[in-house]
């Protein structure tokens, strides 16, 4: 049953691996094409396209590099999946404050499911991962 859980912790540290290196390729290699999708441009000058490199690009890109470290490194994939639960909580959170200040759209539903539903499911593998106990004979 442990193996299972510690499978299912990895599992999620790889999707969370692919969807976030998606979303950085999104908004670092193709930065206009992706918020057009939301029915947003940005003016095409130098800096406001490098905003949307170095603001979600790059956060999306770190936490990518987040999942990648806890599956290169299992003793640290909990501290992995915790940066991971703590990121993802803060972008369902302000995204149900935009929500609540700037109103809903069918758009900003889909993406809050979506949202709300990897938090879940990262919610789920950190509560899963087996923890070791540490005392007399045991590996810290």
Do not use: K
Not at 70 to 80: D, I, K, M, Q
Not at 122 to 127: E, Q, S, T
Request: proline letters at 4%; aromatic letters at 12%.
């Amino acid at each position: 049953m442990l193996t299972a859980r510690l499978w299912f912790a990895r599992l999620v540290a790889l999707y969370a691996l692919l969807i976030f290196t998606f979303l950085a390729y999104l908004y670092v290699i193709e930065p206009l094409d992706h918020i057009a999708r939301f029915g947003i441009s940005a003016s095409g000058v130098p800096e406001s396209i490098n905003f949307l490199r170095a603001g979600p690009g790059a956060l999306f890109m770190g936490m990518a590099i987040t999942a990648a470290f806890g599956l290169a490194r299992p003793r640290h994939l909990v501290t992995s999946l915790w940066v991971i639960v703590l990121f993802d909580a803060c972008v369902v959170a302000v995204r149900l404050f935009g929500m609540a200040v700037d109103g809903v759209t069918e758009l900003q539903l889909s993406e809050l499911q979506d949202e709300g539903v990897s938090w879940l499911v990262f919610v789920a593998a950190l509560v899963a991962h087996p923890r070791h106990e540490s005392g007399p004979g045991s590996e810290a």
